[in-house]
């Protein structure tokens, strides 16, 4: 298996452009979620999806943010407008409903200047 | 609110040493506690997955506790190695297995 796939690994913007950041989970896993990791506040939960359906979006922080998964394998989170503060790393993870142990993908490493 | 500690920030040894990095939690009520290694610039590698009615499990050189009650997790690693040098972050997921609470994690360093 591939593991989680992110993409891109790596993405520089201006600010007040749009950016979509993309993950395709583990084959078979039924949850997914969105993490953000930045040096101050470390890695927080920005989203969680079960069976394709938004569970838990408390940790999104703004309305410029948001999180869709129109399939089993695939599922994107969007910014827009991107602003500076919104650098960071992006993580994505799946699991098994069953077991809930996580599986990161590498991350997207997003610089907004 | 679930908060999650990891201490030390940081820990440098030799090449060799038996080391343990320590994990507390505030609330007791969790599902399970998985403990990842993260290296410079990565993602996270899943290292130890202890199910909340577990007390311990081991893969090779590491070993992981979990005492519930106390809310504390330990990670122990036997006879450390310079490839072990890594950002080890210990999280605790709630009840629900909604959610995934980290620590800001222990930097490891191990000089050969």
């Known amino acids: 298996d591939a593991g989680v796939i992110q993409s891109p690994r790596h993405e520089v913007t201006e600010m007040g452009q749009e950016v979509t950041l993309r993950c395709k989970p583990i084959?078979?896993?039924?949850?997914l979620f969105w993490y953000r990791q930045t040096m101050m506040r470390g890695l927080e939960l920005l989203i969680y999806?079960?069976?394709?359906?938004?569970?838990?979006d408390s940790g999104m922080p703004e309305d410029r943010f948001s999180a869709k998964m129109p399939n089993a394998s695939f599922s994107t989170l969007k910014i827009q407008p991107s602003e500076p503060r919104d650098s960071a790393v992006y993580f994505c993870?799946?699991?098994?409903?069953?077991?809930?142990?996580?599986?990161f993908g590498p991350g997207t490493r997003l610089t907004v200047t | 609110k679930q908060e999650v500690t990891q201490i030390p920030a940081a820990l440098s040894v030799p090449e060799g040493e038996n080391l343990v990095l320590n994990c507390s939690f505030t609330d007791s009520a969790i599902y399970n506690l998985q403990w990842f290694r993260q290296d410079p610039g990565k993602g996270l590698t899943s290292l130890l997955l202890i199910q909340s009615s577990q007390r311990e499990q081991t893969s090779g050189r590491l070993n992981a506790s979990l005492d519930k009650s106390s809310g504390r997790s330990t990670l122990y690693i036997a006879a450390s190695q310079p490839g072990d040098s890594a950002t080890y972050l210990c999280a605790v997921i709630n009840q629900a297995g909604t959610a995934l609470i980290f620590g800001k994690g222990t930097t490891l360093s191990v000089s050969s």
């Open positions: 993870a799946s699991s098994l409903v069953a077991t809930h142990e996580q599986y």
């Open positions: 084959s078979g896993h039924n949850s």
């Open positions: 999806f079960n069976n394709n359906v938004p569970i838990d």
